[in-house]
């Protein structure tokens, strides 16, 4: 038997080195290092059915309360578009079907940049 874990947050990230350190930091501050789940896949929330099915697997098993998106600018999976239109977008998405499994879900959506990282 396991016992029942909970985790404050659900946190989703791109896999690219470049942010980590950046993000890792964001984490620390918001005292989330160690007591959040993490899911790094290419383009964050991009990838829209891989990463939800993913996410939906946190909520399930250990309930976050918190949900973190990190986007980031100059991201190889998105190729041409790397709005932050289009980043706002499916992240939003993203977000917005989370919330509908989990209505009080509190999320917050981000994009690191390479001066930092700021609301999405
Ligand atoms: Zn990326």
Same mark, same amino acid.
């Given at each position: ?8 947050? +659900?946190?989703?990230?791109?896999? $690219? ?6 993000? &890792?930091?964001?984490? *620390?501050?918001?005292?989330? =290092? ?24 946190? +909520?399930?098993?250990?309930?976050? $309360? ?6 980031? &600018?100059?991201?190889? *999976?998105?190729?041409?578009? =790397? ?38």
């Amino acid at each position: 038997m396991s016992i029942k874990h909970k985790a404050q947050a +659900l946190a989703i990230t791109c896999i $690219d080195f470049r942010f980590c350190k950046m993000i &890792e930091e964001d984490l *620390a501050k918001r005292h989330l =290092n160690g007591n959040c789940d993490r899911v790094a896949w290419p383009g964050t929330s991009k990838d829209y059915d891989n990463v939800l099915q993913t996410a939906k697997l946190s +909520l399930k098993l250990h309930n976050p $309360d918190e949900l973190y998106i990190y986007e980031h &600018e100059d991201c190889g *999976a998105y190729g041409q578009d =790397n709005s932050e239109k289009t980043h706002r977008q499916n992240a939003t998405k993203l977000a917005n079907s989370l919330q509908e499994i989990r209505p009080t879900l509190e999320v917050t959506t981000l994009i690191a940049t390479f001066k930092g990282i700021k609301p999405l």
